[in-house]
């Protein structure tokens, strides 16, 4: 794990290990039986909180999985009754309508790219920060530093009458262009930091051997980059892939990604259930299957502090 | 998704290697450093060529936008007439705009320090039990979807309808575990049956009951979800010395019931509350059973019988979670939904550095587990906790779509917040580009403490 202990300003974990056998003393025995009653009624308050946080997530799920009529009329604990009423009816009207997998593809055809050149661009960068020398070089730093915390919302208006004048208004390339702006200062930051603790003997013997820096960088720096790469792709795509403002003012709206087409039928939520139920599960198996793949990486990102 | 994560802290990405970290590298590096070159010998154009991209891309989408929202916070709709500090007075006066400043405050008091609390004490007591990171997982993971899912998801949730909305399925349980539930809301006699009906919706038999004649009492309008699992009604035999009588639902489907009549298959109407009265007072009561008959003792004959408007009123309908006066309260829940196990995780990874010796020694010391944690674990973790709280901030400062998408349109306004108004006024519903410029510029001001934070503290740590 990356920067637990950086974000959290505390030593590192290590040390919990000898905390535990090093505290080899007697404890009362009251003490010890108060521990225990407070352990079960710690188990309990926790199973509970998790049945809570399940809850809404299994409502939708289940919900998706039911005919409209019956969603219309009961809620989705009636299937706990009558586990016939599961079909996957929905999920294959939606499938097979082409305006949501078409916003599927937008989906991934914005995500895919500006997840890209984040890490192409900000590891360029990182990399001319962390071991190159230039002149205000640590200025410039502190400047990428500074826009860390600026919301989007400063740039929406300037941004949307600028890609107008240059044509790009409603358009993927647009959507592209500003999530890769907006994540570089986390790239670059995070890259830094993580390059700057690569070996300078590494990187001079390559030199040695000839290298020239642009092969030195995709040889040598990319590949011992990593687990920071990975850390900053993993949260660069969820973020691009769950974003919804930005594409709602820059995406083409005859085209829009997958959050965009379904935030449209929101508006008439009751009626549109059997679209969104599913049609928000499908938008999440992305995000969660990468979630649930690189669970290390996305906590990491998460503690390395991805300002946004 | 997430956009945001540690806002507040702004952290190095790895931790440095022991006896390795950057300064001496680059020291060591540094003596064999020619004058014109980068550390590793190569021209200086080649650094500028490294940065070219993200310099590029940083200052014409990001450093050249906050110069350009600041000046257009200066001008009118148009663009043109210049108007000071009009539009900043705006965002303070109108009342749209108020409500949404208002709802923000509420948002950055509130939503912070609700996912922080639970956070905390999630942390504190999975580590505690041996399926521990399961839980982290459940409650961690709503922070991989979107706020569009987490909308919808929670939409449904605050569904109004009891029979579709969980929140108030368990409001309406536990309300009508308390309170009785009317069995039949909307349950009526036809006009031609002669019952007379009183000011608070009792429905009184004209003629007073005998004990030898069971008392017929058709009723109809009963919904039909309230009647479905009913069992057929029977007519009540007489007893002696009792009063008897069958309520039920006059209404056979498909056609062909008898008005008043019994007839084969229609439904009893069980539960309802049966009252004999004489002069005004109640003198005996009874219950129909899941036949629609009901007995009350002999002492009610010659009284007036009579079905408690109770029966009939409209049901508790639960909590409008989404009106004008909880619809805020209502998406904060929401938010803290998803961003819990933010917090939950940095804090259990903070926890998991606050050396044990403390804790044990303050437990020998005779502490009970409650002052060990706020005496000892919740000052050892200070640190942590204000990251945490500062990043939820600058998180919730912005917070659009959970708003956008969970508030219906009736109710919009009354939950509107800065981001929302950014967007309604820059793109939306009433379009005026400077007030949107000044609202930008605003959000941006409220941020300015946390960067310069940043900003000191990454100078502090190279300088080290």
């Known amino acids: ?308 | 998704m997430s956009t945001a994560t540690a806002g507040g802290a702004a952290v190095p990405g790895p931790p440095p290697p022991e006896g390795q970290s950057s300064p001496k590298g680059r020291g060591a590096a540094g003596g064999r450093r020619g004058r014109k070159t980068t550390i590793l010998g190569a021209p200086r154009w080649v650094a500028g060529l490294f940065l070219l991209p993200a310099l590029l891309l940083l200052g014409a989408l990001v450093v050249y936008p906050i110069g350009y929202s600041l000046w257009r916070s200066f001008f009118d709709a148009s663009g043109d007439g210049f108007v000071g500090l009009d539009n900043y007075q705006e965002v303070f006066s109108d009342g749209a705009i108020r409500t949404a400043v208002k709802n923000n405050l509420i948002w950055v008091i509130v939503a912070p320090s609700v996912a922080t609390a639970l956070g905390l004490i999630f942390a504190v007591l999975t580590e505690r039990v041996r399926w521990g990171t399961a839980f982290r997982l459940v409650v961690f993971m709503p922070m991989a979807i979107s706020m569009l899912a987490a909308g919808i998801i929670f939409r449904l949730v605050y569904e109004q309808d009891p029979e579709r909305g969980v929140a108030n399925a368990i409001t309406v349980t536990v309300h009508d575990t308390f309170a009785d539930r009317p069995p039949f809301p909307g349950a009526h006699p036809r006009p031609e049956a002669g019952l007379d009906e009183s000011a608070d919706g009792s429905y009184t038999v004209p003629s007073a009951v005998s004990a030898d004649s069971p008392q017929l009492v058709p009723l109809v309008g009963a919904k039909r979800r309230d009647v479905s699992g009913a069992a057929d009604a029977a007519a009540a035999r007489p007893e002696p010395g009792k009063v008897t009588g069958t309520v039920w639902f006059d209404f056979t489907r498909g056609g062909g019931g008898r008005h008043g009549v019994l007839d084969p298959g229609e439904k009893a109407l069980a539960g309802v509350t049966v009252q004999a009265v004489r002069d005004g007072e109640v003198v005996a009561s009874a219950t129909t059973r899941s036949d629609g008959t009901y007995t009350l003792p002999g002492s009610a004959a010659g009284a007036q019988l009579r079905l408690p408007g109770d029966n009939f009123d409209e049901p508790y309908n639960g909590v409008d979670w989404l009106g004008p006066s909880l619809v805020t309260p209502a998406i904060i829940a929401s938010y803290v939904w998803m961003w819990a196990g933010f917090a939950m995780v940095l804090i259990a990874a903070g926890l998991a550095s606050v050396p044990r010796e403390l804790l044990e020694a303050a437990r020998v010391d005779g502490a009970s587990e409650w002052q060990v944690f706020r005496r000892v674990t919740v000052p050892l973790l200070a640190p942590v906790l204000a990251v945490v709280m500062v990043t939820l901030m600058i998180n919730v400062l912005k917070i659009f779509d959970l708003v956008y998408i969970i508030a219906p349109g009736t109710t919009q306004d009354d939950a509107n917040v800065l981001a929302l108004q950014l967007f309604q006024s820059s793109f939306g519903t009433d379009v005026n580009q400077g007030v949107g410029s000044a609202i930008s510029v605003f959000l941006l001001v409220l941020v300015v403490p946390v960067m310069l934070f940043n900003i000191r503290r990454i100078r502090r740590e190279r300088r080290r």
Request: aromatic share 12%; glycine share 10%.
């Open chain 1, 1 to 308: 794990m990356t920067s637990a202990e950086g974000v959290a300003a505390v030593r590192v974990p290590a040390e919990a290990e000898r905390g535990r056998s090093g505290a080899g003393v007697r404890r009362s025995l009251v003490s010890r039986l108060a521990a225990r009653a407070g352990g079960g009624a710690a188990r309990f308050f926790l199973i509970v909180v998790g049945l809570v946080w399940l809850t809404p997530t299994v409502g939708l799920l289940l919900s998706s999985l039911r005919d409209p009529a019956d969603v219309g009329i009961s809620g989705w604990w009636k299937v706990f009754g009558d586990p016939g009423q599961l079909t996957f009816d929905s999920y294959g009207d939606l499938l097979s309508n082409e305006a949501i997998t078409d916003s599927l593809w937008t989906t991934a055809a914005i995500t895919v790219p500006a997840t890209a050149l984040v890490v192409l661009v900000g590891a360029l960068a990182g990399y001319a920060f962390a071991c190159m020398d230039f002149p205000g070089r640590d200025g410039w730093f502190l400047v990428v530093v500074g826009l860390l915390v600026v919301p989007v919302q400063i740039a929406l208006i300037p941004v949307a009458k600028l890609f107008g004048e240059i044509g790009i208004f409603e358009s993927t390339t647009g959507v592209v262009l500003f999530h890769t702006a907006f994540g570089l200062p986390f790239a670059i930051f995070l890259l830094r930091n993580f390059f700057a603790e690569i070996p300078r003997e590494l990187l001079e013997a390559a030199r040695l051997d000839g290298a020239g820096e642009l092969r030195l960088f995709f040889r040598v720096v990319l590949p011992l980059g990593g687990p920071a790469i990975a850390s900053l792709a993993i949260f660069q795509f969820l973020w691009v892939w769950n974003d919804m403002l930005v594409a709602l003012i820059f995406a083409d709206s005859g085209n829009p990604p997958i959050t965009v087409a379904l935030q449209q039928q929101v508006r008439q939520f009751g009626n549109n259930i059997d679209v969104l139920g599913p049609g928000a599960f499908i938008s999440m198996v992305v995000p969660l299957a990468v979630f649930f793949a690189f669970q290390r990486q996305f906590v990491s990102g998460v503690m390395a502090g991805a300002v946004k």
